[in-house]
C-alpha cells in the first residue's frame, strides 16, 4: 500500500511541473502579441492624428538669385615681405632708436654701432692718399724737367752729328751727345711709368677711402622696408659682430600681405580658366571673429601640383588696411570664380537630410506638405542651391519640419520672402 502510495503520489506531482510552466509561456506569448498590436494601433492613430492636425509650420517661397561660386580652403597668412636685420661690421650698439612691435619706414634709423674705430680708419685713408696724390704730382714735375732735358739733348745730337759728319768734331764727341739723347729719351719713358704707378696708388687709396666710409656707413643700421618691427635681440651696449647669423631684428611688412592656401587639383581648370579674364576675388575671414572678411585676390598659382596630397598652391594677397591679418594667422579663404545667374535657392534650413538623400516638404494648394528628394549643389550664406527636385515659385517648410509627415496638413504661421532665413 505504500508504495502504491507513493506511485499514486508521484503521478499527481507531475502536472504541478508541467502545465503551468507551458501554460506560462503561452500567456506571455499573446501577452507580447496583444502589446505590439496596441503599440501599432496607437502610433497608426498618431500618424492619423497628426495628418488631421494642422501643424503650424514656416513656409518660403523658392526663389531664383545670382549665386557666386566660390571654393573654400584654410590658408595660413604671411608677411608680404621678410628681412633680416644683421649687424656688417663689429662694434658695440651705442643707441635703440625703435620699439619692439611698432611700425617702422624705409630709411629709419634702428640701430648705432660706435663708429671711432671706422672714423679713424677712414682718416688714414685719406691722409694716405693726399700723400700719393702728392707724390703724383712729383711724378709728373720730374717727367716735365726729363721731358725738357730731352727737348735739350736731342738738339745738341743734332748739331754736333752735324759737325762730326763734316769733320769739324770727332765722331767720338758727336756719339757721345747722341748716347746723352738716348739717356734723356729712357727717363723720360721712366717718368711715364712713374706717374702711372703714381696714379694708380692714388686710385687705389680712392678705393679704400670709399671703402672705408661704406663701413663707417654701416654703423647706422636703417630700416630696409615699410613694416613692423618684431623683437630685438640686443640693447645698447652689446657688442655684436660682423655678419653674424643671428639677426639684431625681423621687419615684416604687413600692409599689403599674403596668404597661401592649396585647394583640391580637380579644381585647376575653373582657376586657370576664370583666372585668364579676370583677377578672382578672395575673402580671408577670421575664425571665431566679430571682424569683418578682408578682401583680396589671387595673386600667383604654383606651377606644379603636389602629388602627396593631391592639392595646388595658390597665394593670395590682401591690402590689409586695417591690419586684421597678422603673418603665422590661420584663416579662411573663400575664393568667389564666377557667378551663376537664375539659381534656383531656398533657406539651407528647409533641406533635411534622410535615409534616401537630401529632401524637401513642399507646400501643396490643399495646404497639405508632400515629402520631395532634392540635389544640392552647394550651399552659400545659409542658402542652398538646388540643382534638381524643385521649381521657383514653389512653396517649402523651413520650421517645424519635426512634426510632419506626408500628406500632413499644416497651418502657416510665418512666409518669408525668397532669399530670408527664419529666426
Known sequence: MKFLLRAQSSRQQLPLVFFPTRWVGLCLLCLSLLSACAASS?????????????????IVTVGQKAIPVQLQAIGNVQ????????????????????????????????????????????????????????????AIANQLRDQAQLRYAETEARSYSALGNQGAISKVQAEQYVTNAQAARATVVADKAAVQNAQAAVNADRAAVQNAQVQLSYTKIYSPIDGRAGTSIVDQGNL????????????????????????????????????????????????????????????????????????????????????????????NIVMTLTTEPNAVVVPSQAVQAGQNGN????????????????????????QSVIAQGLQPGEKVVTDGQSNLVPG????????LQPGETAS
Open 240 to 331: 655684436v659682430q660682423a655678419n653674424n647669423t643671428a639677426p639684431l631684428v625681423t621687419i615684416g611688412q604687413v600692409r599689403p600681405i599674403q596668404a597661401v592656401f592649396s585647394v583640391p587639383e580637380r579644381e585647376l581648370p575653373d582657376i586657370k580658366k576664370y583666372s585668364a579674364t579676370s583677377q578672382l576675388p578672395l575673402q580671408a575671414v577670421i575664425p571665431n571673429s566679430n571682424q569683418p572678411p578682408v578682401p583680396g585676390n589671387l595673386l600667383a598659382v604654383n606651377n606644379v601640383v603636389d602629388n602627396t596630397t593631391g592639392t595646388i598652391q595658390l597665394l593670395g594677397n590682401f591690402a590689409n588696411s586695417e591690419e586684421h591679418l597678422w603673418p603665422g594667422q590661420y584663416v
Open 408 to 415: 500632413a496638413k499644416i497651418q502657416v504661421k510665418t512666409a
Open 359 to 382: 529632401y524637401v516638404f513642399v507646400v501643396q494648394p490643399n495646404l497639405t506638405v508632400e515629402s520631395r528628394t532634392v540635389t544640392v549643389s552647394r550651399t552659400v550664406n545659409g
Open 42 to 58: 496607437a502610433k497608426t492613430k498618431r500618424s492619423a492624428d497628426r495628418m488631421q492636425q494642422a501643424v503650424p509650420v514656416t
Open 79 to 138: 608677411a608680404y615681405y621678410t628681412v633680416t636685420v644683421r649687424p656688417q661690421v663689429t662694434g658695440t650698439i651705442t643707441g635703440v632708436y625703435f620699439r619692439q612691435g611698432q611700425d617702422v619706414k624705409k630709411g629709419q634709423l634702428l640701430y648705432t654701432i660706435d663708429d671711432r674705430p671706422l672714423r679713424a680708419s677712414l682718416q688714414q685713408t685719406i691722409a694716405t692718399l693726399a700723400k700719393d696724390q702728392a707724390q703724383v704730382q712729383q
